[in-house]
């Protein structure tokens, strides 16, 4: 997809899901005893091929479900089970402790978590994962995804991004990069850029869906 392509495609987005409903927060700031959410994150990835991850996610009460494929590898999945925490009023937090069994090109076992703090209208997140590799012990790699972020109206967001990955490699050991998304209270798109200083930048779009059963 090249950049013009990906533009198009972001501007359409940006239709589709602009004026996000105030009922949101409401329904954040709510228990709910069932939550389910999937997000594909397609990687536009120069000189190695484009690849789509998909995550999906279950909530009930505190106990969390997840499942992803192409996040440790090509060609591997990984299931987590973890624990909800959360607190704070102002400054709020989250945090989920987790734990998964990854099979397919890469084996083993993973312990990781999923975070966020929230302070006016800024937000920090981030999940890591430490992958123990059953099938080669030099193949330990601790993988990271975190963003922060600034939303200026209730459905946009805009702010940075690092990530560290073996799925593909770069000149970076820690990827840095930009990211504008967009969202309501179902649905949202992300597109973010890494590298963009250097030649070959990495482009992501990530979809999200937000269901209640």
Do not use: C
């Amino acid at each position: 997809m090249t950049r013009a392509r990906l533009g198009e495609f972001s501007l359409v987005a940006s239709l589709l899901f602009a004026g996000r409903a105030s009922a949101q927060t409401t329904a954040a700031d709510a228990p709910r005893p069932w939550a389910v959410s999937a997000a594909a994150y397609t990687f536009f990835v120069p000189e190695h091929g484009d690849y789509v991850q998909p995550v999906a996610a279950i909530d009930h009460d505190s106990l969390h479900f997840e499942a992803r494929y192409n996040y440790e590898a090509l060609h591997t999945g990984s299931i987590w089970l973890g624990y909800n925490l959360s607190g704070g009023q102002k400054l709020t937090w989250t945090l989920t402790p987790m734990f998964a069994g990854v099979f397919g090109e890469t084996r083993g076992l993973a312990p990781g978590y999923e975070g966020a703090i929230g302070y006016w209208k800024l937000d920090l997140q981030s999940e890591g994962e430490y992958v123990f590799d059953s099938s080669d012990e030099s193949g330990a790699y601790f993988y990271n995804w975190s963003e922060l972020a600034l939303s200026p109206l209730e459905w946009l967001r805009f702010g940075v991004v690092v990530q560290r990955s073996r799925v593909y490699r770069t000149d970076r050991d820690i990827q840095r990069g930009l990211l504008v998304g967009i969202a309501n209270e179902l649905a949202g798109i992300t597109t973010y850029v890494f590298n963009p200083d250097i030649g070959g930048a990495v482009w992501v779009v990530a979809l999200e869906l937000d269901i209640e059963p």
